[in-house]
C-alpha cells in the first residue's frame, strides 16, 4: 500500500504562485512514476504532470513552462511549483503514484486562483 498526501493548496490571484507537496509512505519502493492530476468543477479529472523514476518530466500543454514537478527523495516528497496562475488552474489538485499494481492517489487539495 501507498499512502499520498498532498498539502499547499488555497487561495491566489491571477499571476501568483503556489507550490505543493505531496508526501509518500508505505510501499514507496513500488512507485514507479508520480503525477499531478487536477479536477475543476463539473470537468474531468485531467492530467498535469509526470515524474518518473530516473528523473524525466512531462507536463501537459496547458502549463509547460509555469508549472514544474520535482521531488526529494530523501522526504519521499513530490512538489509542483506553480507560477503565473490563471483562474483556468483553479480545482481540485490530485497527487498520484503509479504501481504495478495499479494508480494510488491522494485526497486532494484545492487551489482556487481569483481574477
Known amino acids: 500500500q501507498v499512502q499520498l498526501v498532498e498539502s499547499g493548496g488555497g487561495l491566489v490571484q491571477a499571476g501568483g504562485s503556489l507550490r505543493l507537496s505531496c508526501a509518500a509512505s508505505?510501499?514507496?519502493?513500488?512507485?514507479?512514476?508520480m503525477g499531478w492530476y487536477r479536477q475543476a468543477p463539473g470537468k474531468q479529472r485531467e492530467w498535469v504532470a509526470t515524474?518518473?523514476?530516473?528523473?524525466?518530466?512531462y507536463y501537459a500543454g496547458s502549463v509547460k513552462g509555469r508549472f514544474t514537478i520535482s521531488r526529494d527523495n530523501g522526504k519521499n516528497t513530490v512538489y509542483l511549483q506553480m507560477n503565473s496562475l490563471k483562474p483556468e488552474d483553479t480545482g481540485i489538485y490530485y497527487c498520484?503514484?503509479?504501481?504495478?499494481?495499479?494508480?494510488?492517489w491522494g485526497q486532494g487539495t484545492q487551489v482556487t486562483v481569483s481574477s
Open positions: 498520484s503514484a503509479a504501481r504495478p499494481l495499479g494508480t494510488a
Open positions: 515524474i518518473t523514476r530516473d528523473g524525466t518530466t
Open positions: 508505505g510501499s514507496i519502493f513500488s512507485i514507479t512514476a
